[in-house]
């Protein structure tokens, strides 16, 4: 058959398994092509590519095996494969950290505009790295800029070590083990970011059966998703630099956090390629904000 031919049938494949897609594709088309390309050893398709070439027996058995293992194990196709991509970099990712797909590549591809000047940023935090995703993206954006990827997990630094590694920015990116700020001491940034933990008891509990694979550290954010939120609302402000910026994905929790914070100057931000769920705060609405901070 033609690999058009295999990636379709290993897409009806999946569509009738009902299976959950969201980590890194949303449709099975894509799904069945990413673990059919890795299979096959080739590289991704180009935009409009015919995929005629011909596919041979015993590489269509292995291409569906592992789509049968898909199916059957629940794993999302980015820990069968690997890799991923995040603003447009090529990531090793395995289960020991969260699969990159946040909104906030959109934002960091466009330097942060409008909220703050690129020649601004000259320090850069990313709160609970898992992958290195955003803080590899971060220091590519921001050519200049020194980054720190922290996390409170061993298992995530060794992953995040092994993608600094890969995109050479061991000059510009530290890696430091630490709980939100903790370990951080003074240290002050033009910006913070941070896609930390913000899921539900309740809404965890309920998740399809791919989400078990990923850390549940990375995941569980205490009985209404607010844990880890608070405490940065907390003490980001003892981290920014004046005109400095706080950026924060909350995805569903959303909601919660308004009503959380009903006074907090929370700007909410849109994303064209879709996504949501992620405010911003300046340092000086943080500052302003003191009281109303801790809940």
Not at 10 to 17: F, I, P, S, T
Not at 52 to 74: C, N, P
Not at 80 to 103: M, N, Y
Request: net charge positive.
């Amino acid at each position: 058959m033609s690999l058009r031919e295999l990636i379709e049938r290993g897409a009806r494949r999946l569509a009738r398994a009902g299976v959950c897609f969201g980590h890194g594709t949303d449709n099975a088309w894509d799904e069945s092509a990413a673990l059919v390309l890795h299979a096959l050893e080739l590289p991704p398709l180009a935009p409009g590519s015919p995929a005629t070439s011909r596919v041979r027996l015993h590489e269509a058995r292995r291409a569906l095996a592992l789509i049968e293992r898909r199916i059957a194990e629940r794993i999302p196709a980015v820990y069968l494969t690997g890799k991923t991509w995040f603003a447009g970099l090529e990531l090793h990712v395995d289960p020991r950290v969260l699969i990159p797909r946040s909104p906030l590549a959109e934002l960091i591809e466009r330097r942060f505009a409008p909220w703050i000047g690129c020649s601004a940023v000259h320090r850069v935090l990313d709160l609970g790295t898992g992958s290195g995703c955003i803080a590899i993206a971060c220091a590519k954006a921001f050519g200049r800029a020194r980054v720190d990827a922290s996390d409170i997990s061993e298992e995530a630094l060794a992953v995040a070590r092994i993608n600094v590694r890969k995109h050479r920015l061991g000059r510009r990116v530290s890696l430091v083990k630490s709980d939100h700020f903790r370990a951080l001491a003074r240290r002050r940034y033009d910006i913070i970011v941070s896609n930390p933990p913000y899921v539900g008891a309740r809404e965890l509990a309920g998740l399809p059966r791919e989400y078990a694979h990923e850390p549940e550290l990375a995941l569980a954010a205490g009985g209404d998703g607010l844990r880890s939120v608070r405490v940065i609302l907390r003490e980001a402000s003892r981290h920014l630099r004046p005109r400095g910026v706080l950026v924060v994905e909350v995805g569903n929790t959303e909601r919660a956090v308004r009503r959380a914070f009903p006074r907090m100057p929370f700007t909410w931000l849109q994303f064209e390629r879709g996504g949501g769920g992620v405010f911003l705060l300046t340092a000086e609405q943080l500052l302003a904000a003191e009281p109303l901070r801790v809940r």
